[in-house]
């Protein structure tokens, strides 16, 4: 028998949803079957499946020690991540983060340990705000994510509840974000909103544009500003309108003037005139806050903005360098 009580960051979760991250070990088919035969009970008593949990609940789980085993590791994985955080702010609920370029954000088959997550965690357990043994299924979490080639601004969030609200936040798009790019050539005008419709290629990890709608195609809108221009080259402010994949890359490749760096949507010979960059000029360099009554305990950040300093290619670009 084993006893889960629900903390702070356990609360407003599905009871069947809690105990898919609390127990993993536990095959979903056996832990339907375990509620409804009351080998788990919530409170001392049989459990609804859908029962939002509160803090100070008890779950009680009679089921065999195996199945507890993984939850038992005293080890972790993060503490390999790295240590070098750019932190833009941090409060007890977030963290805004400057994402280096060539850093993954999560986890994927090439690479698990080094990655900002990972970083995140350990930072917060070395600060002594993370403790994986008091916590039953929360870990801290990035609310958005940024493609591994792109650098900029990523959320984290410190507790359960600043998740839930930053993942409504920005499933709202109450965030505005401005991010800064050289595209190759001189744009046609000083300003303007380019609009066109996505079709995504999964298989290919690729997207594509067209001006008139097509099937599964989505409508897209991408606003720039040119900030300057040197050397056939021009440093753009994008203000995302609608947020697809890729969408700045390909919409702007598709009028004729791919990102500097970019191999995907440009070209290598394009590329090479410049240097040879590899890594995109892209930055999602400054988010303002603009939130409605749902904002709850993260209604202070309302008005706010933060930027990124240190835009590498921004800093070449006007200085002569790049």
């Not at 089921?63 to 972790?76: L, P, V």
């Not at 088959?109 to 080094?114: A, I």
Request: hydrophobic letters at 35%.
């Amino acid at each position: 028998m084993k006893i889960l009580r629900i903390a702070k960051n356990d609360s407003g979760q599905r009871l069947d949803k809690f105990l898919s991250k609390a127990v993993p070990a536990l095959p979903k088919s056996l832990l339907y079957k375990y509620l409804r035969t009351k080998h788990i009970k919530l409170n001392g008593k049989k459990a609804d499946i859908s029962a939002r949990l509160i803090e100070g609940d008890e779950i009680t789980l009679y089921i065999r020690d195996e199945f507890f085993a993984d939850t038992q590791k005293k080890s972790y994985d993060f503490l390999a991540a790295p240590k070098n955080l750019s932190i833009v702010y941090e409060d007890e609920n977030l963290l805004i983060l400057n994402k280096k370029a060539g850093l993954l954000c999560h986890p994927d088959n090439g690479e698990y340990v080094s990655t900002l997550l990972g970083a995140v965690q350990r930072y917060l357990y070395e600060k002594g705000e993370y403790d994986p043994d008091a916590e039953n299924a929360f870990a801290p979490a990035l609310a958005n994510r940024i493609d591994r080639n792109t650098g900029g601004l990523v959320l984290a969030a410190k507790n359960a509840e600043a998740l839930r609200l930053l993942n409504g936040i920005i499933k709202r798009r109450e965030i505005e974000k401005l991010y800064l790019c050289i595209a190759i050539g001189k744009m046609p005008k000083q300003s303007d909103v380019l609009t066109g419709y996505l079709t995504k290629d999964s298989a290919k990890n690729k997207v594509f544009i067209s001006q008139k709608p097509k099937p599964n195609a989505k409508k897209i809108a991408t606003k720039y500003t040119v900030l300057s221009c040197r050397n056939g080259l021009s440093l753009l402010e994008i203000d995302l309108l609608t947020g697809r994949t890729h969408q700045i890359r390909a919409h702007l490749a598709s009028i004729g003037h791919p990102l500097l760096g970019d191999g995907k949507y440009g070209t290598n010979a394009q590329n090479k005139q410049y240097g040879g960059y590899k890594k995109q000029c892209l930055y999602s360099y400054r988010l303002t806050f603009r939130l409605s009554e749902e904002a709850g305990m993260l209604s202070y950040l309302n008005g706010k903005s933060f930027a990124a300093d240190d835009v590498w290619f921004r800093t070449a670009f006007l200085n002569g360098t790049l």
